[in-house]
Structures are given as structure tokens and as C-alpha cells.
């Protein structure tokens, strides 16, 4: 490689005018090709809806109509927990890796958490949950460095749940992983341990598993007990497997995956065009958060496409309806 780029160099420097295209296409040939190629799973977004696909609302079914725009090649699964169903989980993944009792949790946003674990670690691919749109294709950003063996998962990072220089703080609404790597069997097994036999988490924070973990400033302890997936990764990157969490988890900044404010049912109430350039040249999801979208989770799907506010900008940019934000 180091001969193609120094023709290269040389045909820039001595003829500015010359055409090194044949040059700049073997280069990248060459890079590719050294990718250090590994099985990590095939090219799967998982995501869960406790009823089945056919009963996702207009504003989930549309964002996963994204997906498909802006990554062809990935396949979705919706995987559910409707009985004869061939997405059902157990057709994915072993009842005995869930934890005791995992049909009696009371909320199903925690019974995913476990399915999502186990999808990864089984199947590998991407999680993602339905309340996404998807803004730039995710082959890569979030599955090259991971086919590429540089990295084993890839997640966004909350800097406000993580205390500086770690990453012990990422989100569990997007994960990129390989099939059976340390980070997410390590992780699966402890959030596994804590939830055996609960119907739901009541302190958290004083289970023997967490009670010495250090946490940030801004970490939302009052919440913990809804956090319990996160809560659980702050145990992998600080007692577990610290040094492996380092080198092989790569973090993305959380603004390119919730860029905002607004996140919610404000952007059905007013238009701004640079609003949606920005978040198309800066972000690569846009996560609205769910306590803010009830309004979003109410629109059909051609009340969302055909809205002449931001929202509507977004979807039809995201879906390729529309190439510009103007």
C-alpha cells in the first residue's frame, strides 16, 4: 500500500492536472481488503414489540420504514412475545438463559432489556428501539468497526452517566455488538443475576452486585431502579471487566443519536428547515424520548409523512421523499 500512495503523492505534486483515480480506487481496494474480516453475526436489527409487528402504532411502523430506507441490506426482526408466533423470543434465544421468573416482570420495557441481551450475545447485530429514525446507513458507523474486528460493540454514550474518561455510561436504546463477545455475555450475566426471581426492581442500589459502584454527578439515582440495564454496565466497566470495556467498546456521543432539544411532539408544532439540515449533517439517529412523543405516537402514518412541520421534514428526508430540508 505504501508504494500506491506514494504514486500518488507523486502524481499530485509534480502533475496537479494528472487523473489518479486508478490509483485512489486501488488504495481503497487495498483498505478493504485488510479489514481483519471476522464471522460477527449477519446483518440483523432486532427490535421488540410485546404484541407482535402487525400491532406496532403508525409512528413505530414508520420509523422502522426508515430503517429499511436508509439501510436496504439489513433485515428487521420484531421479535414479540405472541404465543404461535414465528418472531416469538423463544424461537431466538433459550428460556434457561432468561432469568427465573421472567414471564411474572411486570413491565415489558425490562422483560426487552433481557431479549435484547440475549439477542445480541446469541445472534449478534443491532438493537434498535422502534421509537427511531434512522438518518444515515448504519454499515459504517456502527457495523464496520465491529465486522472489522477493531471493536466488539459500538453504543452511544450518555457523558452524564459516565464519569470522566470512561464509558461506563451508554445507552441500551441502540447496540451494535458481535455474537458472544466478553462485553455483552459478561453484561447479560449480571443484569440476569440481579433480576432472578423479581417481579419488579424496588433498590436496586442496595443489592450487593451494586452498592460499592461510584456513579456521576449527574447520574439519575431515582431512576435507578428503571435503569437497571444501565445500572448493570456500571458494574461490567468498573468491577468485571474494565480494561475490556476500554479497548473494545466504541462510543458514539449520545447528541448524534438523541441531537436535540426538541425531542418530542414539539417539532408537530413548528417548521425549521435548519433544524433538519443540521441534525442530516451531525447525527445518525434521532431517538425521540418517549415520555415526550405522545402526540407523535397519535399521527397516522400519512399525517407524519405529509405534516408540513419538522417532524415531517425529518421523515421524509430520512425516507427519501425529499433530498433537502428546503
Known amino acids: 500500500m505504501s508504494r500506491l500512495i506514494e504514486v500518488w503523492l507523486m502524481c499530485i505534486l509534480i502533475f496537479p492536472g494528472c487523473k489518479f483515480f486508478g490509483y485512489r480506487n486501488a488504495i481503497k481496494k487495498e483498505v478493504v481488503e485488510s479489514c481483519d474480516d471476522r464471522d460477527a453475526g449477519k446483518k440483523v436489527i432486532w427490535t421488540f414489540w410485546n404484541s407482535g409487528a402487525e400491532n406496532l402504532r403508525d409512528f413505530n411502523k414508520l420509523n422502522l420504514e426508515t430503517w429499511r430506507s436508509q439501510s436496504p441490506d439489513w433485515k428487521?426482526?420484531?421479535?414479540?412475545?405472541?404465543?404461535?408466533?414465528?418472531?416469538h423470543y423463544l424461537n431466538f434465544i433459550k428460556k434457561e438463559d432468561l432469568p427465573e421468573g421472567f414471564s411474572q416482570m411486570k413491565m415489558a420495557q425490562?422483560?426487552?432489556?433481557?431479549?435484547?441481551?440475549?439477542?445480541?450475545?446469541?445472534?449478534?447485530?443491532?438493537?434498535?428501539?422502534s421509537s427511531s429514525i434512522l438518518l444515515k446507513d448504519l454499515t459504517s458507523w456502527a457495523w464496520e468497526p465491529i465486522r472489522c474486528n477493531r471493536f466488539d460493540m459500538v453504543a452511544f454514550l450518555n457523558s452524564g452517566y459516565s464519569r470522566p474518561g470512561t464509558k461506563e455510561g451508554i445507552e441500551n436504546w441502540f447496540l451494535a455488538s458481535s455474537k458472544g463477545n466478553k462485553i455483552i455475555t459478561v453484561w447479560q450475566t449480571i443484569f440476569r443475576q440481579y433480576w432472578n426471581n423479581r417481579e419488579e426492581s424496588l433498590d436496586i442500589l442496595s443489592h450487593p452486585l451494586f452498592k460499592t459502584l461510584q456513579f456521576s454527578n449527574a447520574f439519575p439515582k431515582e431512576a435507578a431502579n428503571y435503569l437497571t440495564q444501565h445500572v448493570s454496565f456500571l458494574r461490567v466497566s468498573q468491577m468485571e471487566i474494565p480494561e475490556i470495556v476500554q479497548d473494545r467498546l466504541e462510543v458514539v456521543d449520545s447528541s448524534e443519536g438523541m441531537p436535540g432539544p426538541p425531542w418530542g411532539d414539539e417539532l408537530l408544532n413548528y417548521d425549521d428547515p435548519s433544524f433538519v439540515v443540521r441534525i442530516f449533517r451531525n447525527a445518525k439517529i434521532f431517538k425521540f424520548a418517549g415520555h415526550l412523543s405522545q402526540g407523535l405516537k397519535e399521527k397516522s402514518i400519512k399525517d407524519l409523512k405529509e405534516c408540513q412541520c419538522?417532524?415531517?421534514?425529518?421523515?421524509?428526508?430520512?425516507l427519501n421523499i425529499e433530498t433537502s430540508a428546503h
Open 310 to 318: 419538522t417532524a415531517g421534514r425529518i421523515y421524509r428526508r430520512s
Open 110 to 129: 425490562q422483560r426487552s432489556d433481557h431479549v435484547r441481551a440475549l439477542l445480541l450475545r446469541d445472534h449478534g447485530g443491532i438493537w434498535m428501539d
Open 76 to 87: 428487521i426482526v420484531v421479535v414479540d412475545e405472541v404465543e404461535g408466533s414465528p418472531n
